[in-house]
């Protein structure tokens, strides 16, 4: 299937963001050729700054193959930026659990029209306190199997050194170097064709984020941590060692 065309928006954001992009920061960019040139597909990327977006955006719209993320409902309501995110394409999550899977059938959709839809698997900036990539939603699992689309995992590393994960305040001088690397695509096929199990899902999402992972530490050139950080089970352990401290004042009186 033909790629879709970039449209108005996409053009018309082009040149609102990149000039000061350009600007703001140098980069080292590889593996331009593993974006496929048609057909619809998936890229799975890590996520450690909110001006991940705008320059991973970057990246990508300098490939041909403009991405549509998806990203929150409340986006899409908000004047100018609402007008933006639905002329550009994007895909509005919604959290209420009834309309939670309508964004999964979205992206299916445009995946099968043969469009890019750019996932970050981690839900969230990555709450790893060394910034690694955390452990990833099942979500870009569940569409990568159902439309069975090349996965293209995708590192990127150096917009926390102009905006760390929550900060409010940006740094964007001296000037930072913005590092992207995308992969090969992920070998999923020993996944297809069987039953969408809780436990296929999470698989198929660690092997996607083993790959994302392998591709951050050659940017960082440096040796990623065995245990991928979980935020479910940090807290857990922080409400243990609450309970423990609190059980520890109380004798204490």
């Given at each position: ?21 350009v600007?703001?920061?140098k ?18 990327v ?37 007008a933006?995110?639905?002329g ?32 970050y ?30 996965v293209?995992?995708v590192?990127q ?5 102009a ?10 001088f ?10 090969e ?43 991928r950080y ?6 857990i ?17």
């Amino acid at each position: 299937m033909s790629r879709r065309r970039i449209g108005f928006w996409y053009r018309f954001a082009a040149v609102l963001c990149k000039p000061p992009l350009v600007v703001l920061f140098k980069r080292d960019w590889r593996g331009m050729e593993n974006i496929p040139a048609d057909g619809g597909f998936i890229t799975a990327v890590n996520h450690n700054s909110h001006l991940d977006p705008l320059l991973y955006g970057h990246f990508q719209y300098n490939t041909g193959r403009v991405p549509r993320f998806l990203a929150k409902d409340g986006l899409f309501r908000k004047g100018f930026v609402g007008a933006a995110m639905r002329g550009t394409g994007q895909i509005p999550v919604y959290r209420e659990s009834t309309n939670a899977l309508s964004a999964f059938r979205a992206a299916i959709d445009a995946v099968e029209r043969g469009e890019c839809v750019a996932f970050y698997p981690e839900g969230t900036l990555t709450r790893d306190p060394e910034l690694w990539p955390m452990t990833g939603k099942t979500g870009v699992a569940r569409v990568a199997l159902q439309t069975q689309a090349p996965v293209i995992p995708v590192g990127q590393w150096g917009a926390t050194e102009a905006l760390a994960p929550y900060a409010k305040k940006p740094h964007f001088f001296p000037r930072k170097k913005h590092y992207v690397l995308a992969g090969e695509p992920v070998d999923l096929t020993r996944f297809y064709d069987k039953e969408m199990t809780p436990d296929l899902l999470k698989e198929a999402t660690e092997a996607i984020m083993t790959e994302i992972t392998s591709l951050v530490a050659d940017l960082r050139g440096e040796k990623a941590p065995q245990r991928r950080y979980d935020p479910r089970e940090a807290r857990i352990e922080q409400r243990r060692k609450s309970q423990a401290q609190s059980g520890s004042s109380e004798e204490s009186k």
